[in-house]
C-alpha cells in the first residue's frame, strides 16, 4: 500500500508562484502515472495534471496551460506541481494521486492512490 503526502501549499498573492511536492512511500511508484487534482471550495474535484511514469507525456487542464508544470524525480518516488501567475481561482485544495494505468493524456477512470491535500489560497 503506497502513502502520498502532499507538501509546499500556502497563502500567495495573485501573481505569485509555488511549488507542491508529493513524496511516496510504502511501494515504488517508479512506473505509476502521477497526477495533481484540486478541489476548489464548494466546487467538484478536478484533475489539474499528469505525468507517464518515464515523464514522457503529460496533461493539463485548459485554464493552466501555460502557468503550471508537472515532473517528477523517479529516484526520490516524488511528483512535483511548479505553478506559476496564481489565480484566484487556481484556490482549492490540491491532491497528489498515483496509478499504474495511467500513461498520459486525458483519463477519467479512478485513481488507485490518493495523498490528504495541501490548501493553496491565492488572495491579495
Known amino acids: 500500500q503506497a502513502q502520498l503526502v502532499e507538501s509546499g501549499g500556502g497563502v500567495v498573492q495573485p501573481g505569485g508562484s509555488l511549488r507542491l511536492s508529493c513524496e511516496a512511500s510504502g511501494r515504488d511508484l517508479s512506473s505509476y502515472g502521477m497526477g495533481w487534482f484540486r478541489q476548489p471550495p464548494g466546487k467538484e474535484r478536478e484533475i489539474v495534471a499528469g505525468i507517464s511514469w518515464s515523464g514522457a507525456s503529460s496533461y493539463y487542464l485548459d485554464s493552466v496551460k501555460g502557468r503550471f508544470t508537472i515532473s517528477r524525480d523517479r529516484t526520490k518516488n516524488t511528483v512535483y506541481l511548479q505553478m506559476e501567475i496564481l489565480r484566484p481561482e487556481d484556490t482549492g485544495v490540491y491532491y497528489c494521486?498515483?496509478?499504474?494505468?495511467?500513461?498520459?493524456?486525458?483519463?477519467?477512470?479512478?485513481?488507485?492512490?490518493w495523498g490528504h491535500g495541501t490548501q493553496v489560497t491565492v488572495s491579495s
Open positions: 494521486t498515483a496509478d499504474r494505468r495511467y500513461h498520459g493524456g486525458r483519463y477519467d477512470a479512478p485513481w488507485e492512490y
